[in-house]
């Protein structure tokens, strides 16, 4: 098992503008099924990644 360490002190670095990531801006995408969201940096605002939020009915 890979183990979770919480570190207060560092913060990443954006993988696109290799700047330190201070603040991570992030929008709400439309959808049919759903609330998705798309995270992206804040400085060079390239796209980090995407989320999907299941509503109760999708379990």
Partial sequence: MIECVEKEEESPIC?????????????????????????????????LGVSHRKGVWMG
Avoid: Q
């Fill in 15 to 47: 993988p696109h503008c290799n700047e330190t990531l201070r603040e991570i801006w992030c929008r709400s995408l439309r959808s049919l099924f759903g609330r998705r969201y798309i995270y992206f940096c804040s400085r060079c605002r390239k796209v």
